[in-house]
């Protein structure tokens, strides 16, 4: 099965906005409200960050917020920190042959 | 507040097979799902498996059918993630992950595990 797409890397300054796009199929992130957004700094454990699409877990800063449009689901940063900095993974319910899930390539933020 | 703790890092040969133990505390085990997924080496993140204890209901990748079995003690609030047949590109991190939906919170420390001669 095949992973979810992503891009690669993804800067910009403090303060500004960024978007990090998740794109699969109609089995998958088209098909399901299952999307999830996971953090991951380095040498831990990723952190869940967004969940059904557009949920935040309690704790999670509002600046982040998901969407999704057909087979494309997207993670939007606002007034970015250095924080942020970090690996992002987007995940999804997956129904390609067998119940699954499938995460994506990856997206490493720099905050410039 | 659940916590998932795993059991510590491996060191295996080719060919031989890998048992990861992952102790859930709070009260969900009964009603949780749990995962496992991994992350190989400066790669991304692999799901493997899911087993909703409740249930009894146990899930694959595809990739890992054969080769994984999930299983979980009630007892113990523990689960297990076994993987036979161990190749040099089995060398990652494993992570069990939780959650009473569709996504995973929270994950256990990670516990890594290289493959080698």
């Known amino acids: 099965q095949s992973a979810l797409t992503q891009p690669a890397s993804v800067s910009a300054s403090p303060g500004q906005s960024i978007t990090i796009s998740c794109t699969g199929t109609?089995?998958?992130?088209?098909?399901?409200?299952?999307v999830s957004w996971y953090q991951q700094h380095p040498d831990k454990a990723p952190k869940l960050i967004i969940y059904?699409?557009?949920y935040r877990p309690s704790g999670v800063s509002d600046r982040f917020s998901g969407s999704k449009s057909g087979n494309t689901a997207s993670l939007t940063i606002s007034g970015l920190q250095a924080e942020d900095e970090a690996d992002y993974y987007c995940?999804?319910?997956?129904?390609?042959?067998?119940?699954?899930?499938?995460f994506g390539t990856g997206t490493k933020v720099t905050v410039l | 507040q659940v916590q998932l703790v795993q059991s510590g890092a491996e060191v295996k040969k080719p060919g031989s097979s890998l048992k990861v133990s992952c102790k859930s505390s709070?009260?969900?085990?009964?009603?949780?799902?749990f995962f496992w997924v991994r992350q190989t080496p400066g790669q991304g993140l692999e799901w493997m498996g899911r087993?909703?204890?409740?249930?009894?209901?146990?899930n694959y990748a595809q990739k890992f059918q054969g080769r994984v079995t999930i299983t979980a003690d009630e007892s113990t609030t523990t689960v297990y993630m076994d993987l036979t047949n161990l190749k040099s590109d089995d060398t990652a991190i494993y992570y069990c992950?939780?959650?009473?939906?569709?996504?995973?919170?929270?994950w256990g420390q990670g516990t890594l595990v290289t493959v080698s001669s």
């Open positions: 087993i909703i204890p409740m249930l009894g209901s146990i």
């Open positions: 992950a939780t959650g009473s939906g569709n996504w995973f919170d929270p």
């Open positions: 995940s999804s319910f997956s129904s390609t042959n067998t119940l699954s899930y499938v």
């Open positions: 109609s089995s998958d992130v088209g098909g399901y409200h299952y």
């Open positions: 709070g009260d969900t085990f009964n009603k949780n799902a």
């Open positions: 059904d699409v557009i």
